[in-house]
């Protein structure tokens, strides 16, 4: 049984003719914002958090008061990839522990959440959501009550997969990122963190594989995903094959060919964004590396959908 105490789910439970009266003064972001959130307390250990977040498939998880129900901060897997080793927060493992990665991944949550937090009302339209999750860069963000209370959360996903009819016929090339940042099988997990965090990024194409230099900085051979570092954290083989508790070890002796996908998905410039949408929802994925033959010519995001939907 689940220790409660260690993971909230709100739900929004009551009578239908309560819930009939609190709807009618929501905000048409509440149609589709997920109400059954599952959060978790500011004690939680890092390694505990990302096992939560590899249970549930979650890439957040939002940090509530255990008593008060009142949202905290937020946790994200670009927040681990910070700590492991890409960031500012890789100096609680640096300094604090001096390098002990093991008695680091027990510290708090609250360590390395965020507190300073952008919110959206349950009051709030759809539009100022988009709107506030463009200019702030977010890929998700809590929605609370007047209270202050977790209310509900929607993610860039909510928001794309919801909308993409308006923008279905647009295609592909129209919104993807023809800027990509890429790197090589035999990059360390350590350096490929810290590519990730410094440049904002969720997903890195590995390329290479070519005895021609020129190809080999195109042809794709996998993909690294911040799931991926998540997973690997949360792995048991991890823990069983350590040689030292040293994090260093970890990061330096680990290649990013050890854990990324071999095989991604790719989409070609001409895919329209309505199809690009339903290859995000089948396949549970936020964004693919855009190809042309054997060359990686771009990415797109969930993001780069959200522009698109803006635009109507």
Known sequence: MKDKTSINRKSNTGAVERQTKVHDKEGDIMAIASRDVVSIP???????????????????????????????????????????????????IEKKYEDNFLAAINEPVKEIMT??????????????????????????IPIVDADEKLAGIVTERDI?????????????????????????????LGDACKIMVRNGLRRIPIVGGEADISKAAKKLLGILTSTDVVKFLNAKELFDNLNSNLASDVLDQTKISDIMAKEPI???????????????????????????????????????????????
């Open 42 to 92: 500011p004690s939680k250990s890092i390694k505990d958090t990302a096992k939560v977040m590899m249970e549930h498939e979650f890439r957040r998880l939002p940090i509530t008061d255990p008593g008060s129900g009142k949202l905290l901060g937020i946790v994200t897997v670009m927040d681990i990839l910070d700590f492991f080793g890409g960031g500012k927060k890789f100096n609680i």
């Open 115 to 140: 507190r300073d937090l952008i919110t959206e009302s349950n009051k709030s339209s759809i539009g100022e959501t988009i709107e506030t999750m463009l200019a702030n860069q977010l890929g998700a």
């Open 160 to 188: 794309a997969l919801s909308l993409a009819g308006v923008a279905g016929k647009d295609t592909v090339q129209d919104y993807m990122s023809p800027k990509v940042f890429t790197t090589t099988p035999g990059t360390s």
């Open 266 to 312: 790719t989409v070609e410039p001409t895919m329209t964004i309505g199809e690009l949408c339903e290859l995000f929802a089948e396949k549970n994925i936020g964004g693919v590396p855009v190809v042309k033959g054997d060359d990686v010519i771009g990415i797109v995001t969930e993001r780069d959908v959200l522009n698109a939907v803006k635009r109507y």
